[in-house]
């Protein structure tokens, strides 16, 4: 079965700052990998996704994500956070055929 | 800026009471998700439409859960009767069918959801 892992409830980083948050994952096949971003009360909103390629994905508002499949691991980075960013982080994972199965999410506090 | 658009946004009820969700997709998206959203069990996927047929609604509580798509602008979502345990955010979120029919390649774009609260 297909899962996810979002091991921090809460990320906290003072603005200006890199900020990593961090999944894994497993599947039995080749993953196809997403990031969405939920800000209070409103839906979630695509970021980027791994599907193939190039193990570094560039997204929206200057994220970015790296795809290592030795250690089932697709961290989303930002070079220099910026307020707000804060906001609730979902990474999610599906093998093309079945469900997204999402993580539990990761709160994002960045600090003035 | 075409977006997925919900209604009502929230919903206060009364147990036992029937409680419609109602969802409008991205003009030309032909896949449709139904998610709930708790802190408990975080986000969890009810149903999945493709060309208005249902394809998986494995995820739903089949006794008092159901969940149509009468035409190709509006999804529906419709809990009777409904229970204190069913109060959460539902989600509404539609994506474009990838060229080899693998809609889980695409990214889905949600909805603001439906706040629904079961006194």
């Known amino acids: 079965a297909q899962s996810v892992a979002q091991p921090e409830d809460q990320v906290n980083v003072a603005e200006g700052n890199p900020l990593t948050v961090k999944c894994t994952y497993s599947?039995?096949?080749?993953?196809?990998l997403f990031w969405y971003v939920q800000y209070p009360n409103r839906g979630l909103q695509f970021l980027l996704k791994?599907?193939?390629?190039?193990?570094l994905v560039k997204g929206s508002y200057g994220f970015e994500a790296e795809f290592n499949k030795s250690q089932t691991s697709f961290h989303l980075k930002k070079p220099s956070a910026l307020v707000s960013d804060s906001a609730l982080y979902f990474c999610?994972?599906?093998?093309?055929?079945?469900?997204?199965?999402f993580g539990t999410g990761t709160r994002l506090l960045v600090s003035p | 800026d075409a977006r997925v658009t919900q209604t009502p946004r929230h919903k206060v009820t009364e147990m036992g009471q029937e409680v419609t969700m109602r969802c409008q997709p991205i003009?030309?998206?032909?896949?449709v998700f139904w998610y709930r959203q708790t802190m408990m069990q975080g986000l969890e996927l009810l149903a999945y439409?493709?060309?208005?047929?249902?394809?998986?609604d494995s995820g739903m509580p089949k006794d008092r859960f159901s969940a149509e798509m009468p035409d190709a602008t509006l999804a529906t979502l419709k809990i009777q009767p409904s229970e204190p345990r069913d109060s959460a955010v539902y989600f509404c979120?539609?994506?474009?069918?990838?060229?080899?029919?693998?809609?889980?390649?695409?990214?889905?774009?949600f909805g603001p959801g439906t706040r629904l609260t079961v006194l």
């Open positions: 791994y599907i193939t390629g190039d193990n």
């Open positions: 999610a994972v599906n093998t093309g055929f079945q469900k997204l199965v």
């Open positions: 979120a539609s994506g474009p069918q990838g060229a080899s029919g693998g809609a889980w390649y695409n990214e889905q774009f």
């Open positions: 599947v039995s096949g080749n993953p196809y």
């Open positions: 003009l030309g998206h032909n896949t």
């Open positions: 439409f493709r060309n208005r047929a249902p394809l998986d």
